[in-house]
């Protein structure tokens, strides 16, 4: 534009090059060129008119007037502010007018305009707000203080009033004067400054000081005046809070006075508000069982022991409480842990004006625990009615008596007199005895006790019934009232006429019985017969007082025949057995013992036994014995066949005959002897031959051709006779010797007669042949007795030395590091997951997998080491001449390397891994079963570890194994006992916030430890085996528990198990589910199970058949803990599941954690990709149900909305539900 212009055109030109609004003017002030901006502010085309005409009409003519002086020859360039007139109205502008340069050119300007309408209306804001802001500083409510530097640069009105200064005075004085102190200052300033320096507000309540040294309570507000430039000043703002300060003290005093009233009240006192717990004292959570505040927002209605009971007392408390007046009456209410108690409950309405028409909102009620006094009086009525059955039903006579005539008595005390009851009344005591000489005698004895207080008795009194026939009796008595006897006696008779004559008839028996007899009790000889006096050695009464001990030849003999005898006499049953005894000499004898208790009703009112003398018999018995053994012996070794035989048929046979026959072992016992015979007129010959010799008494002895099994024919000499040669036809013993060799020798003897000189040198080698032929049976009977031996000694399966062998170098080991001062190590391996294996693909794979095993684990360890296996999947290695830990850490880790390869069996590849446990001898123990059982205490510990490592054995894992022992084996007895129950916590429908279903949880309740988690057993039932038919037992039990509460008719929803991973590989479960569901006829949609993740994915293809085996029987499936272990998406989408359960791990934190946000929207958007339902496990507050629910998550299962509860409980809930 400095250029001289030359046309019009190239001042357009250069005029669009301007960003701003402009133009051209002439000399005369036509617009010659505008750009484009300058049109578009304006909406309108400029070019052609008078600029004069574009401006608005209050700024045109001095606008106008400053156009001219940028025009001309004597033009300059101008600046100033102006208007516009466009299409929507009028523009503030700045103008810049400049004269065009002098020359050939154009004359005229050039003009720059710069919108600044939208400053205008920030500034004209900016003075409103202002202008506001004064007014609000001026007449606020509050005080208002600017400062900075610790200097008040202003301040309003209202904050002078409250601190007693005039407004100049606070202008430029230190902030600290304020303050009560100093130090209250600086400690302000540092609490506030961190806040302030950051753009964040900082609020507070203090005492401020004013100029009359008086003190008052303020809140104060502080802010940076700029958020962005916090050092230039601070705005505070003062409210004076004197008088609510005085008013929170004087409530809070009366909270307090009031909670003092409540706390130490002797009732329990209970607010309640739109039907739940609102608050309560210390009583009441006494009385309701609740731990601190826990009953805090339960239902009202949980108070009552049922929903019938709660609104039954709503219908009479309501009218009154609606009138506004109290409430009173006597109910049962329930505790937290289900036991209930009677109290009398007051109840009052809450301000009953500020809540017409809303309802009962707010109520207080005050409880008086009257179970004592209830249970007192039902104690009473109860002792009353106790003491009434007593008397009616009693087997002895009872009579009340004064004054020396009958009062009253029991039925049986009439019967025993042979009156009627009503009778008896009135009767003078004197007519019950035998004469008034007797009557005179027993009152003698009886009246200074009885007048004394003191009760009298005698074990037999002679008393006269009606008829006057006498009875003897057992009598007791005393005063109804020992301060006051004349008030009258009560006295108690038992017949003991039939007993008397007992005892005298045991009497009789216990002299003249031929066998010992004793009684025992307390383990202590109380009385015996003179037969056991004479058997024991014993005279008089010797042996009485004596421990039962002392009958025996030792303390372990006599503790066994205790362990044995209990379970039968502590039952009432008697106990027979026999056992060595000792007499008082110390000779042994032995003995068949018979025992009784003496009182069924009783057991430990003492023992009868009756012993007799069995030395003799049993010496007879063992040398029976003996020769039976013998007898044996000689049929299992003979060379000879041996066949017992009655009626045509063998009954026993040895070895040596099988072997003869062909048959194998136990074959021919049964057998008809004539199927050994060639024909049936082969056997009838020999039979008539055996029948003559037998008849006459003889042994039969022959040769004949018999036949083997496989049809072979042979020559054998029978030798046989009867066992009894009186009874010719009765069972007879058979000796058979093959002389088929023999015979053909003869044979050939005879054929060779004429040649006997040139045959000499054949038979003498025939004779060799035999010869070897002997030395060759006696060879191989050698080589069965190695095998034998070596099968006593070593595994079946793997070679392995076992247990036996194991114990015997063990011990050989010992001696040898004891001799040379060196140690050894004792290491037990379990391996890892091989129970899966062998139950899932079956015994032949898990025996190939041992047999490799076996292998890698001799070629880890020395040659002077012994590598045995115990049984399963246990082995032991043992290493000797170690010199410490550190030789036998290597050994194990040698091992652990060795089966870390794959194992490619029977088309599997296969993985286990070790866990090793090591002891050390002789630091860890002194003998075999100690260094044993710390071994697999510390394989145990291994495990524990995360399996797949090795640890040494420490006294801690002693213990610890102890407790794991002691956990199992009560384990082993809880399902048969009865000890397990099943819990049920609700799973919710997120967006209706209704019951949706149950999940079902086991717990062991064990004696004397209380409820049992499941994660403290349950992964010992899975190690065990114990999960499979306690896994089954849970299954049953839901089934059956669901269909009594729709009998009961509650609402069906769907009941949820765990499998867990052993028992969902187990061959039997789909058998087991299909049972269950058939017998307990549950609808099979009503049943699901959960199975992990993990699980799952073990065993792909076969996981994929159980799942749909079970999905065909028309059962739900879910899986459980997702997101903790790992899936294949490939097999997920094939697997016929309903739900994924996301797992409690990612709930917990979510609220706080975006990273558990961001998992748990992902497998909810998975779940809805594949049509599947999620489940948030583990949900316990507000915040993470409300995220649950905005990230489309369908179901939720937490203590936020119950706690797993017992069956009695999850009722309540169904009740509610329905």
């Keep these: 534009m400095n250029r001289v212009p030359t046309s019009p055109d190239f001042i357009a030109d250069a005029l669009q090059l301007i960003a701003l609004p402009a133009c051209a003017c002439d000399a005369c002030g036509m617009v010659v060129a505008a750009n484009g901006a300058l049109n578009a502010l304006l909406d309108r085309d400029v070019s052609g ?23 001309g020859a004597a033009g300059r360039e101008r ?83 409250m601190l007693g200064y005039a407004r100049h005075q606070l202008t430029g004085m230190p902030g600290a004067v304020l303050y009560r102190s100093a130090e209250h200052c600086r400690a ?96 009441f959570a006494e009385c309701f069982g609740f731990d601190g505040d826990s009953g805090v927002g339960l239902p009202v209605a949980d108070l009552y022991p049922s929903r019938a009971a709660y609104e039954s007392v709503v219908r009479q408390a309501a009218p009154l409480l609606r009138r506004g007046l109290p409430f009173q009456g006597e109910m049962e209410m329930r505790r937290r842990d289900g036991s209930t108690f009677w109290a009398l409950a007051y109840g009052y309405v809450l301000n009953p004006e500020s809540q017409a028409g809303r309802g009962l909102r707010d109520t207080i009620w005050l409880f008086d625990d009257r179970s004592a006094q209830k249970a007192a009086e039902e104690a009473t009525r109860q002792l009353m009615l106790e003491q009434q059955a007593i008397l009616d039903n009693a087997s002895v006579g009872i009579l009340f008596s004064r004054s020396r005539l009958v009062l009253r008595c029991n039925p049986r005390f009439a019967e025993m007199f042979g009156y009627a009851q009503e009778e008896m009344t009135g009767l003078p005591a004197a007519e019950l005895f035998p004469s008034p000489a007797a009557y005179e005698e027993f009152g003698v004895q009886a009246t200074p006790l009885l007048g004394q207080g003191l009760p009298y008795e005698q074990d037999e009194a002679l008393f006269r019934r009606r008829d006057g026939s006498l009875f003897w009796c057992r009598i007791r008595a005393k005063a109804v009232d020992q301060a006051h006897s004349e008030q009258g006696t009560i006295w108690i008779l038992e017949d003991v006429t039939a007993s008397r004559q007992t005892q005298m008839e045991v009497a009789a028996i216990m002299t003249n019985a031929s066998v010992s007899i004793l009684y025992t009790k307390n383990r202590q000889i109380t009385r015996y017969n003179l037969g056991f006096a004479a ?17 025996y030849v030792s303390q372990q003999s006599y503790e066994l025949l205790g362990a044995a005898a209990f379970p039968f006499l502590s039952v009432a049953k008697p106990f027979q057995t026999e056992v060595e005894m000792m007499r008082r000499d110390g000779s042994t004898l032995w003995a068949q013992l018979i025992a009784y208790v003496v009182n069924p009703d009783d057991p430990a009112a003492g023992t009868i036994w009756i012993i007799e003398d069995r030395t003799e018999a049993k010496r007879a018995e063992e040398s029976l014995r003996n020769a039976l053994l013998e007898n044996q012996a000689i049929l299992d070794s003979a060379v000879l066949g041996i066949s017992v035989v009655e009626g045509g048929y063998n009954l026993r046979s040895n070895s040596k005959m099988e072997e003869l026959f062909g ?127 070596h099968m006593a000694y070593h595994d079946n399966l793997t070679g392995l030395p076992n247990r036996a062998l194991l114990s015997d170098r063990l011990e050989r080991a010992m001696l040898a590091a004891q001799r040379s001062g060196r ?15 062998n139950d899932s693909l079956g015994h032949m794979t898990g025996d190939l997998l041992l047999k490799e095993v076996a292998a890698r684990l001799c070629g880890a360890v020395r040659a002077s080491d012994t590598v045995a296996r115990l049984g399963g999947d246990e082995f032991v290695v043992l290493v000797p001449g170690i010199r410490g830990t550190d030789e036998a850490a290597r050994v194990a880790e040698k091992i652990i390397e060795a089966l870390t390869p794959a194992f490619p069996l029977d088309g599997h590849v296969l993985h286990v891994t070790p866990s090793i446990g090591i002891c050390v001898y002789p630091d860890d123990g002194g003998d075999v079963d100690a260094l044993m059982r710390h071994a697999d205490a510390a394989m145990y510990h291994a495990k524990g570890n995360g399996r797949n490592n090795y640890q040494f054995f420490t006294q ?78 849970v299954m049953r039990q839901a089934c059956e528990q669901s269909m009594a509460w729709q009998r009961q008719g509650l609402q069906a929803v769907p009941l ?75 097999y997920l989408k094939r697997f016929p599941v309903k739900k994924v359960k996301i797992d409690r791990a990612f709930i917990k934190d979510l609220e706080h954690s975006g990273e558990d946000r961001a998992i748990v929207a992902a497998i909810i958007a998975l779940a809805d990709s594949l049509q599947l339902s999620a489940v948030a496990e583990g949900v316990e507050t507000e915040e993470q149900f409300a995220l649950l629910q905005a990230s489309g998550c369908r179901y939720a299962q937490g203590y936020l909305f119950s706690a797993p509860v017992p069956a009695a409980n999850a009722q309540v809930l169904l009740e509610g539900a329905t």
């Design 188 to 283: 302000l300033g540092l609490e506030a400054a961190p806040l302030l320096s950051k753009g964040k507000p900082y609020r507070t309540e203090l005492e401020l000081r004013r100029q009359d040294g008086t003190l008052f309570w303020s809140r104060l507000h502080g802010r940076a005046v700029d958020p962005l430039n916090t050092h230039d000043g601070t705005v505070w703002i003062i409210e004076d809070i004197s008088d609510h300060r005085r008013d929170e003290d004087q409530l809070r005093r009366a909270m307090l006075e009031m909670q003092a009233v409540m706390d130490n009240a002797p009732l329990a006192i209970g607010f309640q508000r739109d039907k739940g717990v609102l608050r309560y004292n210390r009583r």
């Design 823 to 837: 140690k050894l190590a004792v290491m037990f391996i379990d391996l890892d997951r091989f129970k899966t294996i």
């Design 49 to 71: 008119r008078l600029l004069a005409d574009c401006f608005s009409d209050a700024y045109r003519a001095s606008s106008t007037s400053m156009l001219r002086g940028a025009l």
């Design 956 to 1033: 801690t894992m002693n213990q610890a194994a102890a407790l794991h022992f002691d956990l199992e084996s009560s384990l082993r007895t809880a399902l048969a006992l009865q000890q397990f129950e099943l819990f049920y916590q609700p799973v919710i429908d997120i967006a209706t916030r209704r019951l949706h279903g149950m999940e079902v949880l086991l717990r062991w309740r064990r004696p004397g430890h209380g409820l049992v988690l499941p994660d403290r057993f349950i992964p010992i039932m899975e190690e065990n085996g114990l999960i499979v038919p306690v896994g089954e037992w």
């Design 663 to 789: 048959y194998g072992p136990g074959e021919i016992n049964g057998l008809s002897v004539q199927a050994l015979y060639p024909d049936v007129a082969a056997w009838k010959a020999a039979r008539g031959e055996t029948a003559r010799d037998f008849g006459a008494g003889r042994v039969h002895m022959s040769e004949y051709q018999l036949v083997r099994k496989d049809g072979s024919r042979f020559w054998a000499r029978l030798s046989g006779r009867p066992f009894d040669l009186a009874h010719a036809h009765g069972r007879s013993v058979w000796l058979v010797d093959d002389v088929t060799a023999r015979r053909e020798a003869a044979e050939a003897v005879r054929r060779a007669r004429d040649e006997l000189e040139l045959r000499v040198q054949e038979r003498t080698a025939e004779l060799a042949g035999a010869n070897l032929l002997l030395q060759g049976e006696i060879v191989e009977r050698r080589q069965a007795e190695a095998r034998v031996h």
């Design 79 to 161: 600046h100033w502010d102006s208007s516009l007139e466009g299409a929507a109205g009028a523009i503030a502008v700045q103008v810049w007018a400049r004269p065009l340069p002098v020359g050939d050119g154009l004359p005229g300007a050039t003009l720059v305009f710069a919108d600044i309408s939208l400053q205008q209306r920030d500034q004209q804001a900016l003075r409103k707000t202002l202008l506001e802001q004064q007014a609000i500083l001026e007449s606020a409510a509050v005080g208002i203080v600017f400062s900075k530097g610790g200097f008040i640069e202003e301040c309003n009105i209202r904050a002078a009033e």
């Design 535 to 551: 058997m024991f050695g014993y005279s008089g009464d010797e042996a009485l007082g004596l421990p039962g001990r002392a009958l």
């Design 1056 to 1130: 949820a198990v765990n499998l867990s991973p052993r028992q969902f590989m187990h061959k039997g479960l789909v058998a087991a589910i299909g049972a269950v569901v058939r017998e307990t006829g549950i609808d099979p949609s009503l049943l699901e199970f959960e199975i992990t993740e993990t699980a799952l994915m073990q065993h792909g293809e076969h996981t994929l058949e159980i799942l749909r085996q079970i999905n065909g029987m028309g059962l739900r499936l879910s899986i459980d803990d997702f997101g903790t272990g790992y899936s294949s998406l490939a």
